[in-house]
Structure formats: structure tokens, C-alpha cells
């Protein structure tokens, strides 16, 4: 069965360090993957997603960045964070079918 | 582009109440359908989904959806819900091989 993995779970970070979140899947091949904040009343904003390795679209300009350098590995960066960049984020994968999702724990990040 | 509402980010309900939350979303073509809930400190995980066929599905827990193309509406519903149900529940749309939009969700709160 698939399974997918991110980490860290939670992190304290001061303005203007780097970041970077890692995702995982395991039990899957060629997923598209897709990085997603959630902020209360807000829902989910998607940030970026990859249909392939090095294949990275973003959909919301801002101070992010995503690679992907495995089939199975998505990565969330930045190298200076904002206050703003505070907030729950979510991986997520799909197969091919219907591009059902199914998401990882997420990483709790607050910058201060 | 397609978009997602959800109304009443609120709800309040007792145990044994009826629920309903709203979904209409604005796309015309064929589109694949969700809900997905996040109970307090777990994963966000699916609950139902539509692709075609019977517009009525039904789901884990009790829950069910009816797909309305008419009303560009796909409704949740549950009979009688359970202090167990306070959670959020997310609706989402997709189409094709495209990323989900999710709506912002609604949070119902279930009294005893």
C-alpha cells in the first residue's frame, strides 16, 4: 500500500532563515505530487505541483520554491522565510486516475 | 477557472441532527468530485468521491453526497450525526488530470 511521509512535523524558524520541508511517497510510481498550505477559514491553496521529476508548476507567486530531484521526493523551500510564510502545509499525491489525492500529516511551521 | 463554495465556514449542530453542508462549484465541463474531512489532529483523508454514474454516493462513516449537474452542486449529507463528527470537511473539484480546487471548508460542531 502507498504511504507518504513528511517531515519535519513541526518547526520554529526566524525571519529571514532558509527552509526546507521534504515529502515522500513510498508504494507508488511517477505520482503527481502537489504542495498545499492551509490557513484557518481559508482552505487549501495549492502552491505547486509536479506531474514528473524536475517538472515543477506554481501556481502562486510568492517566496517559495519546490524541486522535485526523485520520482518520489517533493521538496518545499525557501531561503529567506517571511512572517507570512507561518502556517500548515500539506503534500500531497495522485495516480493517473481521476487525480484523487491523498495527503501526508503535514509540517506545522511557524516563523518568528 | 474553477472555483469551489462552500457555505456557513460554521455549523452547530446537536447529536442526532441531521447535517448538510453546501458545495456548488463553477466549471462546465466533466468534472470528478470530493469531499474530504480532517478530524482534530489527523491526517486529511477522502470521504467520498464522484466520477460518474449513480449522482447519490455514499461514503465512509454514514455519510453520503448527491451530485445535482443542474445546480453545479455536490451536497454532503449525513442522517444523524455524533459528537464524533466535529471535524472540517473540504469539498473539491477536478477535471481531467488538472490539480483539485478545494473549497475554504466548513467546520460543523456537534453538540451533546
Known amino acids: 500500500s502507498q504511504t507518504i511521509h513528511q517531515w519535519p512535523a513541526t518547526l520554529v524558524q526566524p525571519v529571514g532563515s532558509p527552509l526546507s520541508l521534504e515529502c515522500t511517497v513510498e508504494g507508488t510510481s511517477n505520482p503527481n505530487l502537489y504542495w498545499y498550505r492551509q490557513a484557518a477559514g481559508r482552505g487549501l491553496q495549492l502552491l505547486f505541483y509536479?506531474?514528473?521529476?524536475?517538472?515543477i508548476s506554481s501556481e502562486v507567486p510568492q517566496n517559495l520554491s519546490a524541486s522535485r530531484p526523485q520520482d518520489r521526493q517533493f521538496i518545499l523551500s525557501s531561503k529567506k522565510l517571511l512572517l507570512s510564510d507561518s502556517g500548515f502545509y500539506l503534500c500531497?499525491?495522485?495516480?493517473?486516475?481521476?487525480?484523487?489525492?491523498?495527503f501526508g500529516p503535514g509540517t506545522r511551521l511557524t516563523v518568528l | 477557472a474553477q472555483s469551489v463554495s462552500q457555505h456557513n465556514h460554521h455549523v452547530i449542530l446537536s447529536e442526532a441532527a441531521s447535517l448538510e453542508l453546501g458545495c456548488n462549484y463553477s466549471y462546465g465541463g466533466t468534472v470528478n468530485l470530493f469531499w474530504y474531512v480532517q478530524y482534530p489532529g489527523q491526517h486529511l483523508q477522502l470521504l467520498l468521491k464522484?466520477?460518474?454514474?449513480?449522482?447519490l454516493v455514499k461514503g465512509i462513516k454514514g455519510f453520503e453526497a448527491e451530485f445535482i449537474k443542474s445546480k453545479f452542486s455536490f451536497n454532503l449529507r449525513k442522517p444523524s450525526v455524533q459528537w464524533s463528527d466535529t471535524a472540517e470537511y473540504f469539498c473539491?473539484?477536478?477535471?481531467?488530470?488538472?490539480?483539485?480546487?478545494f473549497g475554504k471548508g466548513t467546520r460543523p460542531s456537534v453538540i451533546a
Open positions: 509536479s506531474v514528473g521529476i524536475g517538472q
Open positions: 500531497a499525491w495522485a495516480g493517473t486516475t481521476h487525480n484523487e489525492q491523498f
Open positions: 473539491a473539484v477536478g477535471s481531467g488530470n488538472t490539480p483539485l480546487v
Open positions: 464522484y466520477f460518474s454514474g449513480d449522482p
